[in-house]
């Protein structure tokens, strides 16, 4: 099986230097290019994800465009299935959806949602989506009103869920959805995590999944001492990064680093270890390299799986 290869951008910028990086990413030859939803946190807030893939589905033709984590107790179901209808409109069908809960304290606070609550506002949301995607009546509506227009994609655009803790995993086996880790997991950690998932979707009837997305740092370069500062860059980061928990993982662990065949090698044993189908390369945590080096270890990533 080919190995599906998407990435994140590489640069934070405002303005429409993410829609050209979606582009830029098609042009190489990846298959999807990913965003995340992150809210109060300068430098890298992007409050609206689904609002910037469609300037991205305006730039672009072939690539997938897709969240990390479009967070659902923020939002009311019925704004957020027309939001997604309409994008997977406007990029005919090249949509995919992660979906996270959110796991910042402070955001869910500015938002109004509870802890304790967004778990079952994220399953109670996710059905409510679902069925309006799917063209079932709208609530409190008479039978002869639904979404419009509907997605491309039926019954609707494909959807993983983005998870951390073992309850999070247990929901997304519970809902026969693909998980998603988290970039800042090691390796060993997600061979158990994703034995959890399985487990758990075997326990509420799924059929084994078919995608299984992975999402890790990654950083190819030929250059000793950029290779020195983007080892150096993550352990920093790994260690300050308040999502991490085994902070005993080396880089080799959560990261691949290095040469292009060494680069290759790593995400090939990803593959063996965890079934992977899905490989995004992510790049959040090398804040600090230059953009040129960051394009360039784009490029050459994007010619170690090129057909």
Same mark, same amino acid.
């Given at each position: 099986?080919?190995?599906?290869?998407?990435?994140?951008?590489?640069?934070?910028?405002?303005?429409?230097?993410?829609?050209?990086?979606?582009?830029?990413?098609?042009? =190489?030859?990846?298959?999807?290019?990913?965003?995340?939803?992150?809210?109060?946190?300068?430098?890298?807030?992007?409050?609206?994800? @689904?609002?910037?893939? /469609?300037?991205?589905?305006?730039?672009?033709?072939?690539?997938?465009?897709?969240?990390?984590?479009?967070?659902?107790?923020?939002?009311?179901?019925?704004?957020?299935?027309?939001?997604?209808?309409?994008?997977?409109? @406007?990029?005919?069908?090249? @949509?995919?959806?992660?979906?996270?809960?959110?796991?910042?304290?402070?955001?869910?606070? /500015?938002?109004?949602?509870?802890?304790?609550?967004?778990?079952?506002?994220?399953?109670?949301?996710?059905?409510?989506?679902?069925?309006?995607?799917?063209?079932?009546?709208?609530?409190?509506?008479?039978?002869?009103?639904?979404?419009?227009?509907?997605?491309?994609?039926?019954?609707?655009?494909?959807?993983?869920?983005?998870?951390?803790?073992?309850?999070?995993?247990?929901?997304?086996?519970?809902?026969?959805?693909?998980?998603?880790?988290?970039?800042?997991?090691?390796?060993?950690?997600?061979?158990?995590?994703?034995?959890?998932?399985?487990?758990?979707?075997?326990?509420?009837?799924?059929?084994?999944?078919?995608?299984?997305?992975?999402?890790?740092?990654?950083?190819?370069?030929?250059?000793?001492? @950029? =290779?020195?500062?983007?080892?150096?860059?993550?352990?920093?980061?790994?260690?300050?990064?308040?999502?991490?928990?085994?902070?005993?993982?080396?880089?080799?662990?959560?990261?691949?680093?290095?040469?292009?065949?060494?680069?290759?090698?790593?995400?090939?044993?990803?593959?063996?270890?965890?079934?992977?189908?899905?490989?995004?390369?992510?790049?959040?945590?090398?804040?600090?390299?230059?953009?040129?080096?960051?394009?360039?270890?784009?490029?050459?990533?994007?010619?170690?799986?090129?057909?």
């Amino acid at each position: 099986m080919t190995l599906h290869v998407g990435t994140t951008p590489w640069v934070w910028e405002g303005g429409l230097s993410i829609p050209r990086q979606a582009k830029i990413a098609e042009s =190489l030859g990846f298959e999807s290019f990913w965003l995340p939803e992150n809210h109060l946190t300068q430098p890298f807030s992007l409050p609206d994800p @689904l609002m910037m893939l /469609a300037a991205a589905a305006a730039l672009t033709t072939r690539i997938q465009l897709a969240t990390t984590s479009y967070l659902l107790p923020l939002r009311a179901p019925l704004a957020a299935a027309e939001q997604i209808a309409a994008l997977d409109n @406007l990029c005919d069908g090249r @949509l995919l959806l992660g979906l996270g809960r959110g796991f910042d304290p402070d955001t869910l606070a /500015a938002f109004g949602v509870k802890q304790s609550h967004k778990r079952a506002m994220f399953s109670a949301h996710l059905a409510s989506i679902v069925s309006l995607l799917r063209g079932e009546a709208v609530p409190g509506c008479g039978e002869d009103r639904q979404l419009s227009p509907l997605p491309v994609q039926r019954p609707h655009p494909p959807m993983v869920v983005a998870a951390f803790g073992p309850k999070a995993i247990e929901q997304a086996g519970s809902l026969g959805l693909p998980y998603l880790a988290s970039p800042a997991e090691s390796a060993s950690g997600l061979e158990r995590k994703y034995r959890e998932h399985r487990a758990a979707c075997r326990a509420h009837g799924h059929e084994p999944l078919s995608m299984v997305p992975v999402m890790r740092t990654v950083f190819v370069s030929d250059d000793k001492l @950029l =290779l020195k500062r983007a080892r150096e860059l993550i352990a920093q980061e790994r260690i300050t990064r308040r999502v991490a928990r085994e902070e005993a993982a080396t880089v080799d662990e959560i990261a691949c680093v290095g040469r292009g065949s060494e680069v290759r090698a790593q995400i090939e044993t990803l593959r063996e270890r965890l079934g992977m189908t899905h490989f995004i390369a992510s790049r959040i945590r090398l804040q600090g390299m230059d953009e040129a080096s960051m394009r360039a270890s784009m490029e050459a990533l994007s010619k170690l799986f090129a057909s």
